[in-house]
């Protein structure tokens, strides 16, 4: 058994499958990844890393999971899950995880499932003599009765990885009786899950930014296990909007702050035109933060500079932008293939700073909106099932409506950014108002 003080939820242990997990090299290299990536340049606090936030998410996993009366192998099972649900993630988290997707067509939850099958190594070649003993993830979980494809299934949440229970695996003394189970599934990966609960209080604790303080205990307390899915009891109705506003306005204020978008636009760039130089996607997800630094400073000159600028703080700047409501569908069309199309959009990059007289990968165009469907999908999920005081079962937007106010608001206020060289402002927002949006 492991004692946890953890900034957030206090005090707390970890025993049996999670002890085992927490020794292994998958899970330790979190704590080399920060979970925010760049956002210390804009929150100064933000140190805080994928290892604190996958103990905190299994925590909260824990507290789901006795709210709703899971037997004990369901328990361990979204207990493991909910401890793994990161260990794919490679440096700077999410900021290069685009160009994983792009070049190996992959995400961190294609690598967290390699991981959890035994299939994929977040060791590199020559470190294995320096873990020793090594247990693998399919292994512990085998030696705890945990079948890994199940917990690799639940990552994604239901649909994904095909756990989810069926007719014949229905057991006595269950309340409804349904063709699919989702409750596993939904509590480490929908609309109100585990990780979204931890990442919320973690990241607004350490962000300084209070939009993302919830009544977390309050929403655990009314889960019920209903239909095959989760559902909450009308009594926590103001816990589950509060948590989904927190969601909204965090993803505004923090993720993707304008000023966080330039950070990651440079480290991304960097890593980009030094590709040649780089190793490749998969393997860079074996990283973590410092030797993807590293790396980039023993690169090009471009890479260099990008680095020198981020450690000091000399950024890019945002020098155009335009709302959704502002483009024509024209200009939509032709933003959607440079956001779709990473060697269009380097083209049109080289193209506008040959013009303004800079060199390449000093004006950068960037697409919120594209990068929040790679980095959340849960975004517009606000299905939930309430159950009301007169118990009937109704949906959460039959409710509210902020529900569909949620689902439909834009996370940020700017479809596009255009960002160059600090003093060449004036000339790029020029040729992007002729190019761009003309």
Known sequence: ?????????????????????????????????????????????????????????????????DSLGLDEHETATVQAAAMLHDVGHGPYSHTLEHILHERGGMDHMSITEGI???????????EESSVPDRQRIPDIL???????????????????????????????????????DLTLAHLVHGPIDCDQIDYLLRDSHFTGVKHGIVDYRRLIMC??????????????????????????????????????????VMLSRAVERSSDQMPDSVDLQRRVDAEIWEALGNSSDYARDMIRRLK????????????????SEEQVE????????????????????HRAGLPPGYVAVDFPDAKLLLAEPRMSQVDVRIVGDDGRTRWFREHTPIAEA?????????????????????????????????
Not at 312 to 327: D, F, T
Not at 423 to 435: D, F, I, N
Request: proline share 3%; hydrophobic share 40%; with cysteine.
């Open 334 to 353: 032709q933003l959607s293939e440079l956001a779709n199309n990473a060697d269009s959009r380097r083209q049109f990059e080289d193209d506008m700073a």
């Open 142 to 180: 085998e030696r705890h009765d945990l079948d890994p494809k199940e917990v690799a299934g639940l990552i994604r949440g239901p649909g994904a990885g095909g756990t989810e229970r069926s007719l014949m695996a229905w057991t006595e003394g269950r309340e409804d009786f349904v063709d699919r």
């Open 406 to 438: 949620l689902r439909t608001r834009q996370v940020s206020q700017s479809a596009v950014y255009v960002i160059t060289l600090p003093g060449h402002e004036s000339t790029v927002a020029q040729l992007a108002e002729r190019h761009l949006f003309g």
């Open 1 to 65: 058994m492991k004692v946890i003080n953890d900034a957030i939820h206090g005090q707390f242990r970890l025993d049996g499958i999670r002890a085992d997990l927490l020794g292994t090299p998958e899970i330790n290299k979190l704590s080399h990844i920060k979970q925010l990536g760049l956002a210390h340049l804009i929150f100064p606090g933000a140190h805080h890393t994928r290892f604190e936030h996958s103990l905190g998410v299994s925590h909260v996993a824990s507290m789901m999971a």
């Open 116 to 126: 959890i099958l035994g299939d994929y190594d977040v060791l590199r070649e020559g």
């Open 223 to 264: 889960l019920e296990r209903h239909s095959g899915d989760i559902a909450v009891e009308e009594g926590g109705l103001p816990a589950l909007e509060g948590m989904m506003m927190a969601r909204a306005l965090m993803y505004s204020a923090v993720y993707f702050h304008r000023v966080t978008r330039v950070t990651e």
């Open 312 to 327: 000091y703080r000399q950024l890019l700047k945002v020098c155009a932008s335009r709302r959704r409501e502002e483009l």
